[in-house]
């Protein structure tokens, strides 16, 4: 039963064929599809780690998905207008640099995640899950109703942030640093789940009692993984309005939380793969659906009741078989 | 700002957080006897609203618009229960959440797909339509009036149902042990389906009562949706007196913010930026509540464990 292994290896192959196959028969839509399915499947992977490994089922994601979102546009709409962010005590200019804006991005994602992961994790199951969605919420209406950075219209990037040594506006070149971006999550993430860290997360969501008869506190095993989670979802976020050249209030929408979740579920929860499965289908679904009829999302929500209700480990425990995953079930 | 002015503010808040209850009684109804998160609620919502408005525009007769919500609403809930809530008891939150995701999806582009996405419009009755004249020398919409009593008379008739009648003691009994009900011989999966239906009714009569206040269009039911689930969080999950408290609390704390904090802010800062930095913070005031009532109390005001 080690087909995983198999699985991701050729998902991998996958990501670099077939932008590579149309860069040669230059077709940048298809490489801006597959730059879209990266970026959602890092927020997914960020999800994966609160969520698969430490069972924290959060509604409110879209909340770090927009952060780094408009840590993107604020930095880069300050850059664009020459209008320093603030001026006293110190100088802060805004920039177009990716490093120091994914920086920021992870950076408030964090403290947001550790403040808003403080207080919802002293609630569980059900309470967890709308606290989550309503923080994110918070969010969306205070972006919507804050004038300066373009309330409900969103903000603009007119030219994609810079990277030192590449040039973003060429699409397979902003495609190859996402995708690096993406392998490195992916990477950690792996480690984490080995470590001692991951594999106490992990025991706590399938027994609590236990882990804190060993001594261990759960409460800050998932505070952790809860501010890792948010901090990955938000550099995503800041890849995402760099691929958009814009950022506005729908990437906080409680729709967005939606989507991410679905992202994990599609693909298979706590597989380390299934965010990037799960992202891939559901852009493959949006363009084919999408093209055939206008209200693709009936067929979306079908699929979906069909794989919680029938194929409970998603795309990846389908082809996989059962085994790794579901240890709790 | 004058006590009129405030006094009106009042009654909105009132009126807002007597349709929160609407919504937010059958949702805590619904997960303190099943267990059952339902995103879907916001859904139920907006089936009443557009049964209501179309009928309404069939007819021309309110009080028809009115029964078709409930009726709609409660059909749908019957169907979904049997087709796809059912099955979902069981299982883990997670599951519970993607499903009935799965089913805004399939509720929200199914009604976009039968009345087009342009909004409805549903006209407040006649008898409805004026103001009314109240002490103080206030004049108050007689439709938003109608609603506070509607809200209010459901509340008084949940509270008798649940405490005075034989479905409502089955009900109670429902969410001490599931289990041992059944063995007593009550057949549960039409209890189930019997309460499912219930908080659909009400959800449906909520969207088809602020249908004729707002516009009747998809994506209606899931900003109210999510104040609902603020508000039982607030209130504690599955206590109905919990669901009553937190939608007043939440219903007055949203409109006073919004009338009263960018006047706090223009004490001391210029007119336009104490109108944004009011409207801001005004958008997060319930909220900061949430978190403030879970510092205390995590299981909220009347919840246990």
Same mark, same amino acid.
């Given at each position: 039963?080690?087909?995983?292994?198999?699985?991701?290896?050729?998902?991998?192959?996958?990501?670099?064929?077939?932008?590579?196959?149309?860069?040669?028969?230059?077709?940048?839509?298809?490489?801006?599809? #597959?730059?879209?399915?990266?970026?959602?499947?890092?927020?997914?992977?960020?999800?994966?780690?609160?969520?698969?490994?430490?069972?924290?089922?959060?509604?409110?994601?879209?909340?770090?998905?927009?952060?780094?979102?408009?840590?993107?546009?604020?930095?880069?709409?300050?850059?664009?207008?020459?209008?320093?962010?603030?001026?006293?005590?110190?100088?802060?200019?805004?920039?177009?640099?990716?490093?120091?804006?994914?920086?920021?991005?992870?950076?408030?994602?964090?403290?947001?995640?550790?403040?808003?992961?403080?207080?919802?994790? =002293?609630?569980?199951? +059900?309470?967890?899950?709308?606290?989550?969605?309503?923080?994110?919420?918070? /969010?969306?209406?205070? #972006?919507?109703?804050?004038?300066?950075?373009?309330?409900? !219209?969103?903000?603009?990037?007119?030219?994609?942030?810079?990277?030192?040594?590449?040039? #973003?506006?060429?699409?397979?070149?902003?495609?190859?640093?996402?995708?690096?971006?993406?392998?490195?999550?992916?990477?950690?993430?792996?480690?984490?789940?080995?470590?001692?860290?991951?594999?106490?997360?992990?025991?706590?969501?399938?027994?609590?009692?236990?882990?804190?008869?060993?001594?261990?506190?759960?409460?800050?095993?998932?505070?952790?993984?809860?501010?890792?989670?948010?901090?990955?979802?938000?550099?995503?976020?800041?890849?995402?309005?760099?691929?958009? =050249?814009?950022?506005?209030?729908?990437?906080?929408?409680?729709? #967005?939380?939606?989507?991410?979740?679905?992202?994990?579920?599609?693909?298979? +929860?706590?597989?380390?793969?299934?965010?990037?499965?799960?992202?891939?289908? /559901?852009?493959?679904?949006?363009?084919?659906?999408?093209?055939?009829?206008?209200?693709?999302?009936?067929?979306?929500?079908?699929?979906?009741?069909? +794989?919680?209700?029938?194929?409970?480990?998603?795309?990846?425990?389908?082809?996989?078989?059962?085994?790794?995953?579901?240890?709790? !079930? | 700002?004058?006590?009129?002015?405030?006094?009106?503010?009042? %009654?909105?808040?009132?009126?807002?957080?007597?349709?929160?209850?609407?919504?937010?009684?059958?949702?805590?109804?619904?997960?303190?006897?099943?267990?059952?998160?339902? *995103?879907?609620?916001?859904?139920?919502?907006?089936?009443?609203?557009?049964?209501?408005?179309?009928?309404?525009?069939?007819?021309?007769?309110?009080?028809?618009?009115?029964?078709?919500?409930?009726?709609?609403?409660?059909?749908?809930?019957?169907?979904?229960?049997?087709?796809?809530? &059912?099955?979902?008891?069981?299982?883990?939150?997670?599951?519970?959440?993607?499903?009935?995701?799965?089913?805004?999806?399939?509720?929200?582009?199914?009604?976009?797909?039968?009345?087009?996405?342009?909004?409805? $419009?549903?006209?407040? @009755?006649?008898? *409805?339509?004026?103001?009314?004249?109240? @002490?103080?020398?206030?004049? $108050? @919409?007689?439709?938003?009036?109608?609603?506070?009593?509607?809200?209010?008379?459901?509340?008084?008739?949940? $509270?008798?149902?649940?405490?005075?009648?034989?479905?409502?003691?089955?009900? &109670?009994?429902?969410?001490?042990?599931?289990?041992?009900?059944?063995?007593?011989?009550?057949?549960?999966?039409?209890?189930?389906?019997?309460?499912?239906?219930?908080?659909?009714?009400?959800?449906?009569?909520?969207?088809?009562?602020?249908?004729?206040?707002?516009?009747?269009?998809?994506?209606?039911?899931? @900003?109210?949706?999510?104040?609902?689930?603020?508000?039982?969080?607030?209130?504690?999950?599955?206590?109905? &007196?919990?669901?009553?408290?937190?939608?007043?609390?939440?219903? %007055?704390?949203?409109?006073?913010? &919004?009338?009263? *904090?960018?006047?706090?802010?223009?004490?001391?800062?210029?007119?336009?930026?104490?109108?944004?930095?009011?409207?801001?913070?005004?958008?997060?005031?319930?909220?900061?509540?949430?978190?403030?009532?879970?510092?205390?109390?995590?299981?909220?005001?009347?919840?246990?464990?």
């Amino acid at each position: 039963m080690r087909r995983e292994p198999l699985i991701n290896a050729l998902i991998v192959v996958g990501l670099l064929a077939v932008p590579l196959w149309a860069y040669m028969a230059d077709e940048p839509y298809v490489i801006t599809l #597959t730059t879209k399915v990266v970026i959602l499947a890092l927020a997914g992977v960020g999800l994966n780690l609160a969520l698969g490994l430490g069972g924290l089922v959060s509604l409110g994601h879209a909340m770090f998905f927009g952060i780094g979102g408009y840590a993107a546009g604020i930095l880069a709409s300050h850059a664009q207008s020459y209008d320093p962010i603030m001026e006293w005590p110190f100088l802060i200019e805004g920039t177009q640099s990716m490093p120091v804006i994914w920086l920021l991005a992870i950076v408030v994602s964090a403290l947001v995640a550790l403040a808003t992961g403080a207080l919802s994790l =002293r609630t569980s199951g +059900v309470y967890f899950i709308m606290i989550t969605l309503a923080f994110g919420q918070m /969010f969306y209406y205070f #972006t919507i109703s804050w004038p300066a950075y373009g309330g409900e !219209d969103g903000l603009s990037i007119y030219v994609r942030d810079h990277f030192p040594g590449l040039n #973003t506006l060429d699409p397979i070149q902003f495609y190859g640093l996402c995708f690096v971006i993406l392998l490195l999550a992916l990477f950690v993430v792996a480690r984490l789940a080995r470590s001692g860290f991951g594999l106490a997360l992990n025991a706590a969501r399938q027994n609590e009692a236990r882990v804190r008869a060993v001594g261990i506190e759960p409460y800050r095993l998932r505070l952790m993984a809860f501010i890792i989670s948010g901090a990955i979802t938000g550099l995503a976020g800041a890849l995402y309005a760099d691929l958009n =050249r814009f950022v506005s209030p729908t990437m906080f929408s409680w729709q #967005t939380s939606g989507e991410i979740m679905v992202f994990v579920i599609l693909g298979g +929860v706590a597989r380390l793969f299934g965010p990037v499965a799960g992202a891939a289908l /559901f852009i493959l679904l949006e363009e084919v659906l999408g093209g055939l009829s206008e209200y693709w999302h009936i067929y979306l929500g079908a699929l979906l009741l069909i +794989v919680v209700l029938f194929a409970r480990g998603g795309l990846i425990g389908l082809l996989a078989g059962q085994g790794k995953g579901d240890d709790d !079930d | 700002m004058n006590l009129i002015l405030l006094i009106e503010q009042l %009654l909105n808040g009132l009126q807002f957080g007597v349709m929160l209850f609407l919504m937010a009684a059958g949702l805590t109804l619904i997960f303190g006897v099943m267990g059952l998160i339902n *995103l879907a609620h916001g859904s139920l919502y907006m089936v009443g609203a557009f049964a209501a408005a179309a009928v309404a525009a069939a007819t021309g007769s309110f009080t028809l618009a009115l029964i078709a919500s409930l009726a709609a609403a409660a059909l749908a809930g019957v169907i979904v229960e049997i087709v796809v809530i &059912r099955r979902l008891y069981d299982r883990d939150h997670l599951d519970q959440v993607l499903a009935t995701f799965a089913l805004i999806l399939i509720f929200s582009e199914g009604t976009r797909w039968v009345f087009g996405s342009f909004p409805l $419009y549903l006209d407040v @009755p006649a008898a *409805l339509s004026g103001a009314v004249a109240l @002490p103080f020398g206030i004049n $108050y @919409p007689a439709y938003r009036l109608a609603i506070i009593g509607f809200g209010l008379l459901v509340a008084l008739a949940m $509270y008798l149902l649940i405490t005075r009648t034989r479905i409502g003691m089955r009900i &109670r009994a429902g969410e001490s042990d599931r289990e041992m009900i059944g063995a007593l011989g009550v057949n549960i999966s039409v209890l189930y389906t019997a309460v499912f239906a219930l908080g659909a009714a009400l959800a449906g009569f909520a969207g088809a009562l602020v249908g004729a206040i707002q516009s009747v269009q998809v994506g209606m039911g899931e @900003p109210v949706l999510i104040l609902a689930f603020v508000t039982i969080v607030i209130g504690g999950i599955g206590s109905i &007196r919990g669901a009553f408290v937190g939608a007043v609390l939440v219903g %007055l704390t949203d409109t006073m913010g &919004r009338v009263l *904090l960018p006047v706090l802010f223009g004490t001391f800062m210029d007119p336009s930026s104490a109108t944004a930095v009011g409207a801001a913070l005004a958008s997060m005031s319930i909220y900061i509540l949430m978190a403030a009532v879970l510092l205390i109390k995590p299981t909220g005001l009347y919840g246990s464990a």
